[in-house]
């Protein structure tokens, strides 16, 4: 079964509007990354969240860890063409409580949330 | 520089060929991971070095087979693949293994397909 649900699947905006992509795990969440991947291209790094109630902003992208409820929000402010691709959240064993020695170093990602900003 | 170099960006071989995909990192980093995505799919794990041993092999089948010639280079060998392996394969690289307090960076990835 997936260990971190994204929603939505995915999600079509109008350039401006504010949006938030969540990332739901199953297990308690220690902490999360997030990366944003152009359709056939590489992962590029956003932020790492290392502890409950952490936020962090880059340009107009801000992410949050709310540990209690073992999720993680990315939002977007007055989003731009630029924002178009594939959001992923990933946490490595380390990061998802009772997941064992042995995934340590595993990182493993949601499915991913698709969006799409109109011009 | 934070940059992870995988070549070539796109491969077409046969069932019946060898090749090999490259990945090389400059940043001193000591841990290098394989991963293969399919279409609309995430990312999944297939290999993890640390320190140049394979430290994760998340059971691929034998006809991948990797390779960490020194702490800059991994290569993934490639043999009788089948026409379900075309995928794109990524090279990432951190700084140690990810227990929670290191990024991983990845390259582009190789567009492989199998005909």
């Known amino acids: 079964s997936q260990e971190l649900e994204q929603s939505p699947q995915s999600l079509i905006v109008q350039e401006g509007k504010n949006l938030t992509i969540n990332c739901t795990s199953s297990k308690t969440l220690y902490g999360l990354y997030w990366y944003k991947q152009k359709y056939g291209e590489g992962l590029i790094f956003l932020m790492m969240?290392?502890?409950?109630?952490e936020e962090k902003s880059h340009e107009k992208i801000t992410a949050k860890l709310d540990e209690k409820k073992q999720q993680s929000s990315l939002h977007i402010t007055a989003s731009q063409p630029s924002h178009a691709g594939i959001y992923l959240c990933?946490?490595?064993?380390?990061?998802?409580?009772?997941?064992?020695?042995?995934?340590?170093?595993?990182?493993?990602f949601g499915q991913g949330t698709i969006l799409t900003v109109h011009p | 520089d934070t940059e992870v170099t995988q070549t070539p960006k796109h491969l077409v071989m046969g069932m019946t060929n060898k090749k090999s995909l490259k990945c090389e990192q400059h940043m001193g980093h000591r841990a290098m991971y394989w991963y293969k995505q399919k279409a609309k799919k995430p990312p999944e794990l297939m290999f993890v070095y640390s320190y140049e041993k394979l430290s994760i092999n998340e059971s691929v089948p034998s006809r991948f087979s990797p390779e960490c010639p020194n702490s800059s280079l991994l290569n993934l060998h490639l043999h009788a693949l089948q026409p379900e392996d075309s995928a794109l394969y990524l090279c990432?690289?951190?700084?140690?293994?990810?227990?929670?307090?290191?990024?991983?960076?990845f390259g582009q990835g190789t567009r492989l397909t199998v005909v």
């Open positions: 990933g946490a490595d064993g380390a990061l998802l409580a009772n997941a064992g020695g042995t995934s340590y170093g595993k990182l493993t």
């Open positions: 969240l290392q502890k409950g109630g």
């Open positions: 990432a690289s951190s700084q140690a293994l990810l227990f929670g307090n290191s990024e991983a960076f």
